[in-house]
């Protein structure tokens, strides 16, 4: 069973800071790596890239996020030469999201594209993670065609999944069935976020089509006017989640951070997941 965690790329350099110390923290956790996020029509890719820099230096496995953006195939193709210099070899392919003012996603190239051209110029040297939607992509046009846009990626070359959040462990069960069904046989990584607040977590929830069961979102807003009760109630129900899904088969758990270590350490411990972790490596020592 691998763990992985997911943040998202500094500003400051005090943010980067914060980032390889919440890093060191989850780094008990045994994670397989930390993947960091691309931005919107790739608009993080430098901040992207030293992120990664600044936890590669650190010592920790790294996956970038990478989608086309504005970028030629050349240049796709320069920036995972440089990650692989840095010793990084897994990159999570995605089609990315769209930027805000843009419009319907009508020519935008896709994941699966990404994927087949990673492929094609560096063969078997990275490890490809795309990304799947239990609860059905917000521009399919149908629960198939979804699976059969993902059946496309696997085709291409990934190696791996990582799923959306969710919050129904039967829409991930039922999700992998039907990919199954289609001839998709690589790991599907059930992707998981914390609940830490009532507002941020549905309006993300609702844009990125992730929903939250009628009863947890009822639950949350009674708990919205006390941080520390809904943190309690939504360490609990993620912890539930977590366990049912390795209980039934979950080839690993994927978490979405948002840079934070402490709603992750509390699921992670109560899952019986964490170990001593072993001393981070300061820049000025690499």
């Not at 901040?47 to 030629?72: I, Y």
């Not at 995972?80 to 319907?104: E, F, H, K, Q, W």
């Not at 809904?230 to 899904?245: M, N």
Request: with cysteine; net charge negative.
């Amino acid at each position: 069973m691998r763990v992985s965690f997911e943040f998202f790329p500094p500003r400051t350099a005090q943010g980067r800071t914060n980032l390889t110390r919440t890093a060191a923290r989850l780094r008990s956790g045994s994670p397989e790596f930390f993947s960091v996020t691309y931005g919107a029509g790739g608009s993080t890719r430098d901040r992207t890239s030293e992120a990664v820099l600044t936890l590669r230096e650190a010592g920790f496995n790294t996956a970038p996020h990478l989608s086309w953006g504005e970028d030629t195939a050349a240049a796709i193709e320069h920036r995972i030469a440089d990650y692989l210099r840095m010793g990084v070899n897994r990159i999570v392919a995605l089609r990315g999201d769209i930027p805000a003012g843009t419009g319907s996603p009508s020519g935008v190239r896709y994941a699966q594209e990404l994927v087949r051209q990673i492929r094609q110029s560096f063969g078997d040297d990275i490890h490809i993670e795309v990304g799947c939607y239990p609860e059905v992509h917000p521009d399919a046009p149908s629960p198939d065609a979804d699976v059969a846009f993902l059946k496309h990626k696997v085709d291409a070359g990934a190696n791996s999944c990582i799923t959306q959040y969710f919050y129904n462990p039967d829409s991930y069960f039922y999700f992998v069935e039907r990919c199954r069904k289609q001839g998709i046989e690589v790991p599907i990584v059930a992707g998981i976020m914390p609940i830490t607040n009532y507002e941020g977590l549905t309006r993300f929830s609702d844009n990125c089509g992730a929903e939250i069961p009628r009863w947890i979102r009822l639950r949350l807003l009674a708990h919205k006017d006390d941080p520390e009760s809904l943190r309690a109630f939504g360490a609990d129900v993620v912890t539930s989640l977590c366990a049912r899904l390795l209980d039934g088969g979950a080839p690993g758990l994927h978490f979405y951070t948002l840079n934070k270590a402490e709603p992750t350490e509390a699921i992670l411990r109560s899952l019986n997941l964490m170990q001593e972790a072993p001393p981070v490596r300061s820049v000025a020592e690499t």
